[in-house]
């Protein structure tokens, strides 16, 4: 059971209770989801407070402060789109490595002989040069 709320843990200095370990079956993930949403709740109340208590000993304008507010949500969900496009192009980017060391390991070549351009497993070293199957069981272009 958490016994201590998000008040607690900002304004005494009880230690908050901790889940023990890390249990992720569904009842724990509900217990956290509840315990997260009731934190989310109570932050609401003492931003509240906070700011009324600010702007009662006028050392806020709370106009001014939801712009202010408003302004650095934006720069950090802006950072936060950054990064993640960062990691989509790393990814996007290490697909198409991937594709491309794939394509010259498997990779076409030309034919000396017919000049056809032929997977490079299916080609030959003569004499003549590197050739394809077909020229080199004499079947004819
Ligand atoms: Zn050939």
Redesign the pocket.
Known sequence: MYRSTFFDTFFSDAEAAQPDGMDTNVTTLQGQVQMLTRNVFDLQLVVAALIDTLHRIELADPAKLRVTVEEELMRAREHLAVKSKAVADKRAADAKAAANTHQAAAGDTT??????V?PKARTNFTADGT??????AGIP?
């Open positions: 034919c000396d002989k017919c000049k056809k032929v050739v394809c199957d077909l020229c080199a272009a």
